[in-house]
Nanobody
Framework: QVQLQESGGGSVQAGGSLELSCAYSGYLYSSYSMGWFRQAPGKEREGVAVIDSDSSASYADFVKGRFTISQDNAKNTLYLQMNSLTPEDTAMYYC????????????????WGLGTQVTVSS
């Protein structure tokens, strides 16, 4: 079982930036995926970015060029750098883990964090 704890959410104006962090603990197999998902009010949860144990990253089309996913294995921390934020990015952001290398299109998380709220005002 992998435990995940997000932080770094908050309120920002359109055009601004935020960096989300996800501290993870527990046993990670040598091959895995870590990802960020989000859910806006009244909408389904959607994938934002995924990175696997080989540091191969993939992104949803709506964040390409604006968001960057990264991980620091020494600190057991996953990051999501978000730039050029728009009100459409307002959502609860969740960290996720899957015990298999995958990508943004196929990730099916085994573990979820509780989420961190991001609010972007116009």
């Amino acid at each position: 079982q992998v435990q995940l704890q997000e932080s770094g959410g908050g309120s920002v104006q359109a055009g601004g930036s935020l960096e989300l962090s996800c501290a993870y603990s527990g046993y990670l197999y040598s091959s895995y995926s870590m990802g960020w998902f989000r859910q806006a009010p009244g909408k389904e949860r959607e994938g934002v970015a995924v990175i696997d144990s080989d540091s191969s990253a993939s992104y949803a089309d709506f964040v390409k060029g604006r968001f960057t996913i990264s991980q620091d294995n020494a600190k057991n921390t996953l990051y999501l750098q978000m730039n050029s934020l728009t009100p459409e990015d307002t959502a609860m952001y969740y960290c996720a883990h899957e015990a298999w290398p995958t990508n943004i299109k196929t990730m099916r998380p085994d573990n979820w964090g509780l989420g961190t709220q991001v609010t972007v005002s116009s």
